[in-house]
Every structure is written in C-alpha cells, then in structure tokens.
C-alpha cells in the first residue's frame, strides 16, 4: 500500500482518463484527489480523528442507556420524568444557552463502524419509542378526563 500511494505518479494518465470522460460531481472529485494525491497521508491524523469518533459514539451510547434505565423505573413521578424528557430534549429555561439540540444521533460520528451505527440508532430508537408512549399515555388519560367533564 505504502509503495502504492508513494508511486502514484506513475497513475496520472488514470486521474486525467476520469476526469475527462465522465461529469463528476464535488464528493467524486474530492474522493478522486484523495485517492490519487501525490504527497504522503497523514494516517495518523486519521486513525486519531476515528477514535475521537468512537469515543464520542461511546459516550452518546452510554448516556442513552442511562436515560433509558432511569425511564423504565416506574416509582418516578410524572414531573421527573417530563423534566428528564426536557432534559434529552435540551429544553431549558428561557435565558440559559447551552448550545444546539441535538438532531440526530449520528452527528459528528459518521466514521464509526457498522455495529455501531446500527446500535446507536436501535438504543435512540428505544428512546424515541419511550417518549412517543408517555406522550401516548397522557393524551389518553387528557382525552379519558375530558370524557368525564
């Protein structure tokens, strides 16, 4: 591979025969000059930047699991768990700034592995599916006390 990358040069009729035939568009020619550049890579740099992804995709994951073991206690009181509910939904009191919510669960983690794509998205899953069943739950017990009156 080092002898590959090192003797790239001698691959510049394969970098001019792909740009000239086909239109490309921006990602194409990006991954084209990256795979085709003449100086050296920086590996390093990108083995570094991968585990800062993994690390960051540990923590999202394990902060996950933690809310969904607090959600499946069922001795909460309904303001808990609406203040917990807020809480992953990084509502706040009005004044406080604490930066952007958080709208996908695969933000800045795009490099991880498979697995861990796939286990992020199923554990954000179950959260999802916990949130829309309390919301469930209290428009029913809303629609059962309007019954009433």
Same mark, same amino acid.
């Given at each position: ?17 792909? *740009?000239? @035939?086909? %239109?490309?568009? /921006? ?8 795979? &085709? +550049? ?50 992953? *939904?990084? @509502?706040? %009191?009005?004044? /406080? ?8 669960? &695969? +933000? ?42």
């Amino acid at each position: 591979l080092l002898s590959t990358v090192a003797g790239v040069h001698k691959y510049k009729w394969l970098k001019q025969s792909v *740009q000239g @035939l086909y %239109p490309q568009s /921006a990602l194409l020619n990006t991954i084209v000059e990256f795979a &085709l +550049k003449e100086e050296p890579v920086d590996v390093e740099k990108m083995r570094k930047c991968l585990l800062k992804q993994l690390e960051r995709a540990e923590v999202r994951l394990e902060g996950i699991d933690t809310i969904l073991k607090l959600a499946a206690k069922t001795f909460l009181l309904p303001s808990v768990q609406y203040a917990m509910f807020c809480g992953w *939904q990084r @509502l706040i %009191p009005e004044g /406080a700034n604490i930066g952007e919510p958080l709208t996908d669960c &695969l +933000k800045d983690v795009d490099l991880i592995p498979p697995f861990n794509r796939m286990l992020l998205e199923v554990t954000f899953g179950k959260l999802y599916a916990w949130a829309i069943q309390n919301v469930r739950n209290i428009l029913l017990d809303a629609n059962a006390k309007f019954k009433e009156l």
